[in-house]
């Protein structure tokens, strides 16, 4: 069974400063979404990341797949008061019986002006 | 601009009271998904459609429903609201199964 594991759960971070967020998933995937999550808001498609090594950017994020070590990171470079919001990943893989997408908890990024 | 349409975006019923929630997309995709959405949690799947295909999620209550007339289209059904069905309820869509999901703006449930 596919289970994606998210950390840190909450972030408290200063602007300027550098951060990144992990997403474990538990079983082989083949695509892997970041999304993020304004208070009272519903969820922005940011990345999606498709093959080992992949490296996506936006602005001050950017996001890896690493599907040897079944990892992701999402990299906040220098931070500002914008990207305060809740960030999910999710998984899939239609390799698995229960195919599905599989959601982290999300990571609330508060970042202090 | 295609997008994914819910409608209404809040919506207040009473405890009991049969509510329906409804989305449109223009996208044209093929998968349509209801999930909810409580307070700090991450987004539940409660079921999808893959073209006129419904599949429920096995700890989704008998007490939601859906519908997808059409491509466009599609309902969700609370017949018999509770206190812990308040949430937010989002509609997403994708072309083909599990690709990347497209969220509507989402329904804000209250129940009195």
């Known amino acids: 069974e596919l289970k994606v594991e998210q950390n840190p759960l909450f972030l408290s971070m200063q602007e300027g400063k550098n951060y990144t967020i992990y997403c474990n998933y538990s079983?082989?995937?083949?695509?892997l979404y970041w999304y993020r999550q304004d208070p009272g808001k519903s969820l922005e498609s940011l990345f999606v990341l498709l093959s080992n090594g992949a490296v996506k950017q936006e602005g001050r994020l950017m996001a890896s797949l690493d599907t040897k070590a079944r990892l992701s990171t999402l990299h906040i470079t220098a931070a500002v008061h914008d990207l305060s919001a809740t960030y999910f990943c999710a998984a899939s893989s239609r390799m698995n019986r229960d195919d599905k997408i599989i959601f982290g908890k999300g990571t609330r990024l508060h970042i202090l002006p | 601009d295609a997008m994914v349409i819910q409608n209404p975006r809040y919506q207040v019923t009473q405890f009991g009271k049969p509510v329906t929630l409804s989305c449109s997309q223009t996208l044209n995709h093929n998968v349509m998904y209801w999930y909810q959405q409580k307070s700090s949690q991450a987004p539940k799947l409660l079921f999808h459609y893959y073209d006129k295909d419904f599949n429920n999620e096995a700890d989704t209550p008998d007490n939601f429903q859906s519908r997808r007339p059409n491509t466009s289209f599609c309902f969700l059904d609370i017949r018999s609201p509770g206190l812990g069905d308040a949430a937010m309820y989002l509609c997403?869509?994708?072309?083909?199964?599990?690709?990347?999901?497209?969220f509507g703006p989402g329904t804000r449930l209250t129940v009195l």
């Open positions: 079983t082989t995937s083949d695509r």
């Open positions: 997403a869509t994708s072309e083909g199964k599990w690709n990347e999901q497209f």
